[in-house]
């Protein structure tokens, strides 16, 4: 049974190691205490893969979760869970103090970039071409890149605050690495590990307001081109090697697809409550309207799409800022989905808000959606609840302001680099 909350520890050296995926030297298995590694007892030629791969799974293990508490907070899902922390986020009223917040989100977020940035440190073998840098730049990018999309500010390994932009920046320079290596070490692995870096530069680029280089990263994608994080069902193991997004919709009950998501395009399938095929599931918390479980990740070994050609054409028609191009996108994906040609309104303005319905559908569930409401909230607004509104469940107030998370209290209070809060979130 998978833990309902995770607690991390905040350390760099919390990677797991995936035991057995590489052979490792005597230096490395002997140490004194088995809770630390030693970085200078590292062998980097026997181990370098092995940490490699750990710092990658730390990433794939705590997406779906982190993917979850965003599709709250942008209204891709309903909370049907009775947790008063994932409320919060359901509210856009999220506290410093959120145990969920720091728990479940930011120490997953922490120790995937600090577990990548353990093999970013040592003296690896061939450095220009090695898969375990490339590898290890990727995923400390694409850490980066979502805490630098969800958080208000970041912090890593006990450093000081850092603004959205200079997350964005960190991202895009580990993003660089990953594409240099990927492309010089020249077998499938690595070109994989360069091309889903460009998209997330791309990204990255495009949150920061670069539209020029932002486009320029989407066209050097190639045609067809997709990431998945994989998963795997182990009953021994599904904490951390299972889809948590799937474990929330039919183990928990904790996601209700939002109404606006439900208009039966196929991005974005669902059923109500007690539907077939096997498992059924009940919600945690009844649901005004009725639990409508997402049957877009229906197992535990469902691979969550991380980068895409798909995700370039959207950065390059957002960052074109034409209306005709971004048309010629909106209903090419439209047709390809079964859907009659947007007949709206022509305007910059209600034309980007078509992409960003697209996008929505596009990529629902993936944890995108916080970085879209960040960079543009007028063309999200048919889709995420308005400030003041009322919350969908009675009893909670109305929909708060927030637009980002705060960093908890537990990193303000533990990061000697780091200022108490002042006040605000």
């Not at 959120?98 to 479940?104: A, F, H, K, P, Q």
């Not at 670069?210 to 998963?231: H, K, T, W």
């Not at 009953?235 to 039966?264: E, H, K, M, T």
């Not at 799409?305 to 034409?322: M, V």
Request: aromatic share 10%; charged share 20%; net charge neutral.
């Amino acid at each position: 049974m998978k833990k309902i909350a995770r607690t991390v520890s905040r350390t760099a050296a919390g990677a797991l190691l995936a035991v057995g995926a590489t052979a490792c030297g005597d230096k490395f298995l002997t140490v004194t205490n088995p809770n630390v590694i030693d970085a200078s007892t590292v062998d980097p030629t026997a181990s370098g893969i092995t940490l490699a791969l750990s710092a990658q799974q730390n990433f794939v293990d705590m997406f779906g979760t982190v993917a979850m508490y965003a599709a709250y907070f942008t209204g891709e899902a309903n909370v049907s869970d009775t947790f008063p922390t994932r409320n919060e986020f359901g509210i856009r009223s999220i506290t410093d103090l959120n145990g969920s917040l720091n728990g479940d989100v930011w120490a997953p977020l922490s120790r995937a970039i600090a577990s990548a940035k353990q093999v970013l440190d040592l003296s690896l073998p061939t450095p220009t071409t090695n898969i375990s840098l490339a590898r290890a730049a990727t995923f400390r990018g694409f850490a980066i890149l979502q805490m630098a999309s969800d958080f208000c500010s970041g912090s890593f390994s006990n450093g000081p605050e850092l603004t959205t932009a200079q997350m964005l920046d960190s991202a895009s320079f580990w993003f660089g690495k990953a594409i240099e290596v990927g492309r010089a070490n020249g077998t499938p692995d690595g070109a994989a590990m360069a091309n889903a870096a460009l998209v997330g530069r791309a990204r990255a680029k495009l949150q920061k307001g670069d539209n020029a280089g932002a486009a320029a990263d989407a066209a050097a994608v190639p045609a067809g081109f997709e990431f998945s994080l994989r998963y795997t069902d182990d009953l021994a193991n599904r904490g951390r090697l299972s889809n948590d997004i799937y474990f929330f919709s039919f183990d928990r009950g904790s996601i209700s697809v939002a109404p606006w998501y439900r208009q039966g395009d196929p991005r974005v399938t669902y059923r109500v409550q007690g539907g077939s095929p096997a498992p059924t599931a009940n919600p945690q918390d009844q649901v005004p309207g009725g639990f409508h479980q997402q049957t877009k990740f229906f197992a535990y070994n469902a691979p969550i799409r991380l980068a895409s050609k798909l995700e370039a054409d959207y950065i390059a028609a957002e960052a074109s800022n034409n209306v005709a191009t971004q048309l010629t996108l909106i209903n090419a994906r439209r047709q390809a989905n079964g859907r009659p040609v947007y007949d709206g309104a022509q305007d910059a303005a209600s034309v980007k808000t078509e992409l960003f319905n697209q996008r929505a559908l596009e990529f629902y569930l993936e944890g995108k959606r916080v970085a879209d409401f960040r960079r543009s909230p007028a063309s999200v607004s048919s889709t995420v609840t308005p400030a003041g509104a009322p919350y969908f469940k009675p009893g909670y107030g109305n929909t708060g302001t927030d637009t980002c998370y705060p960093i908890p209290r537990a990193e303000r209070d533990n990061n000697p680099n780091m200022t108490s809060p002042s006040g605000g979130r």
